[in-house]
């Protein structure tokens, strides 16, 4: 697992899945779409394509500009279905093998297949799988569900799917193809975005709505919890295999994740920070405040938001770099004090002699925000408050987001007021639990049946972890060590 040098104070997505069916031009369009969803993961990226007779792939380390900056290899991937994904890996190290799309030769002929999310019993199947003879090639949890359609003795492709995903559990969002057909799936809770698409006669799937937008289509509907879509000549057919079941969302979608300009299961991302922000400003005021200024960048809507709703003005009183290289600097403890610095800047003319409430989405372990309070302090601020637009976060994700384990998390370890004098500010609040469901629509949380997937500040897991209530299974899965490719 690595952590970019800057961002160690932030979660992590994990990846971002794109596909285009029935489209002369599907590589570039999915190279497109990834480029949108680039945010959703920056190790690693792919596509595979299909004509209907061979398939063609190309993957690689880094962003999706420089995978798929070389014409040739936009030529090479031909067909009129693409897959693609983008990689932040939760799972598996960053190695070219576990690079997705995964691409295997089948009995009934190639499959491709991409997934967001991580599933939570991918090390007892693995292990079943491998005593039955199965060789695998990757340490993703992603080759599991593969090997499951290798081995299932279901007739056709989407039901083979079925029967390999009726033994997973966890969080996905898949996109796959064979020769012939495009499948969307995503899993029973629904804890990772997938919508559908449409550009002309071509159909398309992508984590967000962002990556529609950049390539011209239209906005059809997401797909629902648990439902699968098959997607060749004849249209879109819609399958519910495992059921219609309630939608637990992630919540952190929400507030961090997702890009602010898509929507997601029906919502403006914008719109939803905006509202957890002024949300916060009805819970924790600062009515002494001079400026409301956002921790950058991700900070920015729910601070506009807050700044509204308190009449306060609204200030870049933080500048971030944009040109900080991820790989610049090895993140260890040292240098990541300095990466603070060189990311983040205070516009001193607006801060100094003013009390000053900072908006950051989270704060994971402290690290950075502590930097950046000293930083606003040096500044010349009078005061600094702290307000967070997400509940503390208590427990690490096992469904796809990048946390460290829950002993590092800060607020695992402390109190509210023991974070706001480790991180050096006058004042520290986190919006409440039922104030993060208001903003999002919500009259509360339901306490019974939670209306999403909030287990980061719960600790109420939606799907059972089944490897991890297993402590032998969080072993190694390959004997193999190899290095990194970066
Ligand atoms: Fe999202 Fe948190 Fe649930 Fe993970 S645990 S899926 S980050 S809400």
């Known amino acids: 697992m690595s952590n970019t040098p800057f961002d160690d104070d932030k979660l992590h997505e994990e990846c971002g899945v794109f596909g285009a069916f029935g489209h002369k031009d599907a590589a570039a369009l999915t190279a497109l779409g990834l480029h949108a969803l680039q945010h959703r993961g920056q190790e690693a990226c792919g596509i595979v394509t299909t004509d209907g007779d061979h398939f ?70 693995r292990q079943d799988l491998v005593q039955k003879g199965s060789i695998f090639q990757s340490t993703t949890d992603t080759e599991v569900i593969i090997h499951l359609v290798a081995t299932s003795k279901k007739n056709t492709v989407p039901d083979k799917i079925v029967d390999a995903l009726s033994q997973v559990t966890g969080a996905y969002s898949l996109v796959a193809c064979d020769e012939n057909q495009m499948i969307g799936v995503r899993d029973p809770h629904g804890i990772r975005p997938l919508c559908l698409g449409k550009l002309n006669d071509a159909y398309i799937l992508a984590s967000e709505s962002c990556a529609l937008d950049i390539i011209g289509a239209d906005f059809v509907r997401d797909i629902e919890a648990g439902e699968m879509v098959v997607i060749n000549e004849k249209g879109v057919q819609s399958h519910h295999p495992f059921g219609k079941n309630a939608s637990r969302f992630c919540i952190f979608e ?11 299961d029906g919502h403006s991302v914008y719109e939803m920070r905006k509202n957890i922000g002024a949300e916060l400003a009805r819970e924790a005021p600062v009515p ?39 790989t610049f600097i090895e993140p260890t403890d040292q240098i990541r004090h300095l990466g603070v610095k060189m990311k983040h800047n205070a516009n001193k003319a607006f801060i100094e002699g003013k009390e000053v409430v900072l908006v950051d989405d989270s704060i994971v372990r ?8 000293e930083m606003i302090r040096q500044a010349g601020a009078k ?13 690490s994700c096992f469904y796809g987001i990048d946390t460290p384990d829950s002993q590092d998390l800060l607020a695992n370890q402390k109190t509210v007021e023991e974070i706001g004098k ?7 609040a986190y919006i409440s639990d039922d104030g993060l469901y208001r903003a999002v629509g919500e009259t509360e949380r339901n306490a019974e049946n939670p209306q999403y997937c909030d287990a980061c500040f719960t600790g109420d897991y939606p799907v059972r972890l ?21």
């Open 366 to 373: 402290g690290t950075t925000s502590r930097k950046i309070v």
């Open 254 to 264: 929400y507030i961090y994740f997702a890009r602010p300009d898509s929507y997601v």
């Open 383 to 395: 005061k600094v408050h702290m307000r967070i637009s997400s509940p503390p976060n208590k427990h």
């Open 466 to 486: 089944i490897d991890h209530e297993d402590q032998d299974n969080i072993k190694r899965v390959t004997n193999l060590q190899e290095h990194s490719a970066k």
């Open 422 to 428: 480790y991180i050096g500010v006058d004042s520290l």
């Open 288 to 326: 002494t405040a001079d400026i409301i200024v956002p921790v950058p960048d991700s900070g920015v809507p729910a601070a506009i938001g807050y700044a509204e709703a308190s009449n306060i003005p609204f200030e870049l009183g933080i500048i971030r770099n944009h040109y900080v290289g991820r």
């Open 56 to 125: 063609y792939a190309h993957r690689a380390l880094g962003l999706v500009d420089q995978a798929f900056e070389d014409a040739d290899v936009m030529k090479g991937l031909k067909g009129h279905i693409a897959i693609g994904h983008n990689r932040y890996a939760t799972t598996g190290a960053t190695l070219v093998r576990n690079i997705q799309p995964l691409y295997a030769d089948l009995a009934f002929g190639g499959f491709a297949m991409a997934h967001n999310g991580n599933l939570t019993n991918p090390n007892t199947l």
